[in-house]
């Protein structure tokens, strides 16, 4: 008799220490998950540029150390973008900072007659308006 109180008191300390690591691991694993953000840079080739825009080079450092610009820059004008965006999407810790980033550090153009908000860029002899919007995950998918 003694020795099935033991046995049981060591299967439920091993349940219950399985139980705690699970809840860790799981609550660690939420906090990362619903930390992380999203970033999309949308990229599309223009005709003009809006009176009051400063255009940059595609070369200027400051664009060049955001990322994911470059890339949706090219995108654009490889696939001659008049039409609809190209998009890049940034999903990593951060990646709101991009849209801050584009915001803050370029010269940013806020539309107030119908012209597209953004960065215009002349790349490969185009111009390109270059803007970002951002998300937080706030929720966890269901499975």
């Keep these: 008799m003694m020795f099935r109180g033991k046995?049981?008191?060591?299967?439920?300390?091993?349940?219950?220490?399985?139980?705690?690591?699970?809840?860790?691991?799981?609550?660690?694993?939420?906090?990362?998950?619903?930390?992380?953000?999203?970033a999309n840079l949308g990229a599309k080739i223009v005709g003009e540029v809006p009176d009051g825009a400063t255009v940059i080079d595609a070369s200027a450092r400051r664009l060049a150390e955001i990322p994911g610009a470059r890339r949706a820059l090219e995108r654009a004008v490889r696939n001659d973008a008049r039409e609809e965006w190209e998009h890049v999407t940034l999903e990593r810790d951060g990646a709101w900072s991009v849209v801050d980033t584009i915001r803050d550090s370029l010269p940013y153009y806020e539309a107030d007659r119908g012209e597209y908000n953004g960065v215009y860029v002349e790349h490969d002899g185009r111009?390109?308006?270059?803007?970002?919007?951002?998300?937080a995950r706030l929720e966890e998918p269901i499975h």
């Design 127 to 135: 111009i390109v308006v270059l803007d970002a919007i951002g998300w």
């Design 7 to 38: 046995g049981m008191a060591l299967s439920l300390l091993a349940v219950g220490t399985a139980a705690a690591a699970g809840y860790v691991l799981q609550s660690d694993r939420s906090r990362t998950e619903t930390g992380r953000s999203k």
